[in-house]
Every structure is written in structure tokens, then in C-alpha cells.
């Protein structure tokens, strides 16, 4: 029996493990995926989230920029920096999410990953937590799995609205400017194109803010990949 059974290593899992064993709680994190796992995403971290940890984040930092270009149809180009004292940090989601969650391990807290969570069930005055490896109980349970993952839902939350987006890295260039975020607007209708460097690529990705059709995915993916 656990204090506190966490579904989910991504930012808000490892966050909750860390803050919790470090009050002395015990905690289990259940993560579907092997770790490190892949997680589209641009990866541009605000820097202010050092304030509610007391390890140090730069062994996980590609890079940190300070300039942000935005476009209007690939032309129009504005330039701003960012006007905060550390600049906005870039990072690669696998390595950054399993670090987080390696520094509650160091503490105490325990991971399964390859663990899916197939289902849950309130006992009496606890959480019992189902998985293909076994059964797990706690006092407290933690939905961290995600906009994708099942547990809203098993809770009774209201199905999310989901958005479209498609994201890809790319490898680095030679000739690739590194020191600029940049959004580009106006060609994806209701939506932008992000480009986030990294110390040995970048993270393309496009989205959209109205809609969602399935059809629309491929044509959206490929203007980003095009831009
Ligand atoms: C294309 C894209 C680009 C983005 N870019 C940025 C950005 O640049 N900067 C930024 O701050 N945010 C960005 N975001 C948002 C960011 O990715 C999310 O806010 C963040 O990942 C949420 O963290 P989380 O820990 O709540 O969930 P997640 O990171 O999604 O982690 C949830 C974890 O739960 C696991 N899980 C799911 N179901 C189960 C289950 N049944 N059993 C066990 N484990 C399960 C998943 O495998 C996953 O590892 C982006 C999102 C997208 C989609």
C-alpha cells in the first residue's frame, strides 16, 4: 500500500513524485512507455519552473534562447527578445521528462514503466490501480497521464476538445540559425508553425486552434514540413 499512486512520468507525474517523497511520502509512478520515451513536442521550457525545484536543470538544457521571430505568410518578419532575465530553455522532452522523474527515484520514489493502467476502482478507503504486471493500492491517486491518457474520463471529467497538431525533428544543418524561436502565421488558417532550435536539430510543428477534421492532418503536416 502506497501513499500516493501517480499515473503518468511526463512533467506533471515526476513533478508530483518529487514534491511528494520529498515530504516522505511514499509514491508509486505507473508510465505505459519504456523510459526514456519520445513526446512530440516543441520543447521550449519557461524558465520560471526552477523556482519550485531545488536540483539544477542544465545537465537537461539544449539550449537557451532569447529572441523570438515572428512571420506573417513567410514575409513581414518581427523580431523581439525576450525581456526576462534567463532566457526560455529548449529541451528534448525524452530526456527532460525522464530526468524529472529520475530525481524522485533518488529520493525514494518508485517507477514501473512499461506499465499501462488498465483500470481503476475505489475499495473501501483506497485506490486500487490495475495493470498488466499486477495490482497496485494507495491512499491517494494522481491523474498525470496526459491530454491522451484514460484517466479523466474513468473520473468522470468531461471529454477534453481536442486540437490538431503534427511535430517532427529535424537534424541539424549546417547552415541552421540557432538563436531564434520562430512562429510563423498566416499559412495554416486558424492556426501557426513553430520552429524551436536545439543544440543538434530543430522541432517543426504545426497546429491549428478551430477544428480537428482528421482530413485536414496531411495537409497541414505537409505545409509545415514545406515552410
Ligand atoms: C505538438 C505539441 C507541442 C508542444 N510544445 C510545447 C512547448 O514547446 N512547451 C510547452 O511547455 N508545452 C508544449 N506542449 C504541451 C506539453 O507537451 C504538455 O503540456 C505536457 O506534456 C503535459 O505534461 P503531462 O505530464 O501532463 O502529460 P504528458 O507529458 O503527456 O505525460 C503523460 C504520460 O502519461 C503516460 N500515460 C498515458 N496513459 C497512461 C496509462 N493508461 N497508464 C500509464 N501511463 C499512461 C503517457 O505515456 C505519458 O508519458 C506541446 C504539446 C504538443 C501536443
Known amino acids: 500500500m502506497y501513499d500516493c499512486i501517480i ?12 514534491h511528494l517523497v520529498k515530504q516522505g511520502r511514499s509514491v508509486l509512478v505507473l508510465e505505459k512507455q519504456s523510459l526514456p520515451r519520445y513526446k512530440p513536442c516543441g520543447g521550449g521550457v519557461s524558465p520560471a519552473i526552477a523556482k519550485w525545484f531545488d536540483f539544477d536543470f542544465s545537465p537537461v538544457i539544449s539550449l537557451k534562447v532569447d529572441t523570438i521571430r515572428f512571420t506573417w505568410k513567410k514575409g513581414d518578419p518581427v523580431e523581439s527578445k525576450i525581456q526576462t532575465i534567463e532566457p526560455v530553455w529548449m529541451v528534448q522532452r525524452d530526456v527532460f521528462d525522464h530526468f524529472l522523474v529520475q530525481q524522485a527515484q533518488n529520493l525514494g520514489a518508485e517507477l514501473k514503466d512499461a506499465t499501462e493502467v488498465k483500470s481503476i476502482e475505489f475499495k473501501s478507503d483506497c485506490w ?5 504486471n499486477g495490482t497496485f493500492s494507495a491512499r491517494y491517486l494522481i491523474a498525470a497521464d496526459g491530454a491522451a491518457g484514460p484517466m479523466s474520463k474513468w473520473l468522470g471529467f468531461k471529454e477534453p476538445k481536442r486540437r490538431l497538431a503534427a511535430a517532427l525533428e529535424a537534424p541539424a544543418t549546417s547552415g541552421q540559425d540557432k538563436s531564434k524561436i520562430q512562429f510563423e502565421f498566416g499559412t495554416i488558417k486558424n492556426g501557426y508553425i513553430w520552429s524551436f532550435p536545439k543544440a543538434d536539430g530543430l522541432s517543426i510543428g504545426a497546429a491549428s486552434f478551430l477544428g480537428g477534421e482528421p482530413d485536414n492532418f496531411q495537409k497541414i503536416f505537409r505545409i509545415a514540413v514545406q515552410c
Do not use: I, L, S
Open 128 to 132: 486500487q490501480v490495475n495493470t498488466a
Open 7 to 18: 499515473v503518468g512520468a511526463g512533467p506533471a507525474g515526476g513533478t508530483a513524485a518529487y
